[in-house]
């Protein structure tokens, strides 16, 4: 991938990786990670265990101190393909303030995470109400200039973005195109995806009942749901896009946001585990949550009698 001049070094970003949203949850406790947790236990290390990816959530709330990446770099040493993504601060994407010392601020948390090359990109979440409008093409060019040194990719969560003059500006600004689920009600929305630049990005917010589209009027309401836990069958629909924007992208981050009751994790490792042809590893603890879920995946305890029955190859 292309550096700007002056950009953080690029690191290794490889084909796809898939990961939740966020970390630090209390409602994980007794799903994803053990209660009590043992000594020395981090919820970042334990998940690098079985990820290569983790979005960072608090970014959007507030600038990182620099000391605490470099803790998080430290937690995920053991897994040398692992790589972030955060999410830009929303001072910048809904309040529109550029003023250059909360931008510096921003950049220097996530300077030591961008130079020891465990920063795949930063995520752009706009609101709902962020319409294509000259105005905000030009705000968007702002903000792309602010943020020069980092790869940028564009969460729209307004149809209108779907115009081919708007899929233009983001192309000729090298921002990436963030897919999401449930997609926007609009039928222009390619199945296969765009790519509008080396990297492609996904999240997977969860649906509604009925899986009826939100609406998407207020960035205050948010977009899915978060207690809604995939099916094998609507994870294999995001296959098949995922494997389209691999094989012209750089590298695909697919993110899952519907952290209540852990589904985010559970979704993710099985959508990893259809990308690469079977199930990889997964936490005894989540196994045993989820034994239908996550059956054949390898938790390191004894497999239960008929949990690897349960294929993905009928749906691979």
């Known amino acids: 991938m292309k550096s700007e001049k002056g950009a953080f070094p690029v690191p290794d970003l490889g084909p796809v990786r898939c990961g939740p949203a966020g970390w630090d949850y209390p409602h994980w406790q007794s799903v994803v990670y053990p209660k009590p947790r043992p000594p020395h236990f981090h919820p970042l290390e334990y998940l690098a265990e079985y990820f290569d990816l983790v979005e960072i959530n608090t970014t959007f709330y507030q600038a ?3 000391e605490i990446s470099r803790l998080w770099i430290s937690r995920v040493a053991a897994n040398p393909r692992f790589l972030f993504t955060a999410k830009l601060n929303r001072r910048f994407t809904h309040e529109r303030l550029l003023d250059r010392e909360a931008v510096a601020a921003f950049t220097r948390g996530l300077a030591p995470l961008a130079e020891q090359g465990r920063l795949g990109c930063l995520l752009m979440q706009f609101p709902g109400g962020f319409r294509f409008t000259e105005e905000n093409r030009n705000f968007l060019i702002r903000l792309r200039r602010a943020f020069a040194r980092f790869p940028l990719v564009a969460e729209m ?4 973005w779907m115009r081919e003059e708007a899929l233009g500006v983001l192309i ?3 921002v990436g195109f963030c897919h999401i689920d449930p997609p926007l009600p609009c039928s222009v929305v390619s199945p296969r995806g765009w790519l509008t630049s080396g990297i492609g990005y996904a999240r997977l917010h969860g649906r509604t009942p009925g899986d009826a589209p ?3 009027e207020t960035s205050l309401r948010p ?3 978060h207690e809604y836990l995939y099916r094998i069958e609507e994870l294999a629909e995001w296959k098949v896009r995922i494997e389209h924007l691999r094989r012209y992208a750089e590298t695909v981050f697919v993110v899952t946001t519907n952290d209540g ?3 985010a994790v559970v979704n993710a490792l099985q959508l ?3 990308l690469a042809g079977g199930p990889g590893r997964a936490p ?3 196994q045993r949550r989820f034994p239908r879920e996550l059956a054949g995946f390898d938790s390191g305890e004894a497999s239960a009698p008929g949990l690897l029955t349960y294929g993905f190859s009928e749906v691979a």
């Open 223 to 225: 977009l899915g749901g």
């Open 284 to 286: 005894a603890l989540l």
């Open 261 to 263: 009751g852990g589904h």
């Open 64 to 66: 990182l101190r620099p």
């Open 172 to 174: 000729d600004y090298h």
């Open 214 to 216: 939100p609406r998407l």
């Open 157 to 160: 969560r307004h149809a209108s």
């Open 272 to 274: 990893g585990a259809l």
